[in-house]
């Protein structure tokens, strides 16, 4: 026989995909092509069907060669090397995002007439904002002279530092219109979770 097909060495044309699949049928087309017009009384049917058989292989073939010039980056060979994503640096946290601890605290806002409004829009944001027990009282003088309070202010424990400075942002931009600003007063006495605001003249 003058042509000899070694099977391995077709099966390893699969590695290049469809074009080497092409390539084994069209290798396969002309093996049978050649067998037939071998034998004694070749059958025209035969070889007509195998002759178009090559050339659907050869179409094939260039079609499979085209696409991948033009996609390159689709072929089985090609590794894809992505990079990785740099992560973004976390966003600031915002005034009134103000976070509760796993205590509960309670806020007391003082207001001194004719403040009362202005107290009450206060203690409206602080409860949307922030899950405390927030109540808003009437400041007597008694109270006021007792305390010395001649100003608005934010009276905390060490220990509330944090928290009544977050709370002196949010007060000061809710009643920024007003021209409100909050003193800190850190006090001795102990009051656990409870943290007053003084909403004065």
């Known amino acids: 026989m003058l042509l000899q097909i070694n099977v391995t060495e077709l099966g390893s044309f699969l590695k290049y995909g469809v074009t080497g699949l092409s390539a ?3 290798i396969l087309s002309y093996f049978l092509l050649f067998r037939e017009s071998s034998r004694p009384k070749p059958r025209p049917e035969i070889i007509k069907t195998i002759r178009l058989f ?12 085209v696409s991948s010039i033009l996609k390159p980056n689709t072929s089985e060979d090609t590794i894809v090397v ?18 509760s601890s796993s205590d509960e605290y309670t806020i007391e806002i003082f207001y001194e007439n004719p ?5 009450e829009d206060l203690a409206d944001v602080l409860k949307d904002k922030t899950s405390y027990d927030v109540k808003v009282s009437a400041l007597s003088s008694t109270k006021k ?4 309070i001649t100003s608005c202010q934010i009276r905390h424990e060490l220990q509330e530092s944090k928290i009544a400075g977050k709370l002196k942002s949010i007060a000061e931009n809710v009643l ?10 850190q006090i001795t006495s102990s009051s656990p979770n409870y943290v007053s605001m003084f909403v004065c003249k």
Do not use: C
């Open 176 to 185: 920024q219109d007003d021209g409100v600003e909050f003193k800190l007063k």
């Open 24 to 26: 084994i049928a069209f």
């Open 115 to 119: 403040k009362k409004a202005l107290a």
């Open 145 to 148: 002279s007792s305390l010395k």
């Open 82 to 99: 992505s990079k990785p994503k740099k992560t973004s640096p976390k966003k600031a946290v915002a005034h009134n995002s103000l976070t």
């Open 54 to 65: 090559m050339w659907v292989t050869v179409i094939l073939g260039v079609v499979s060669g």
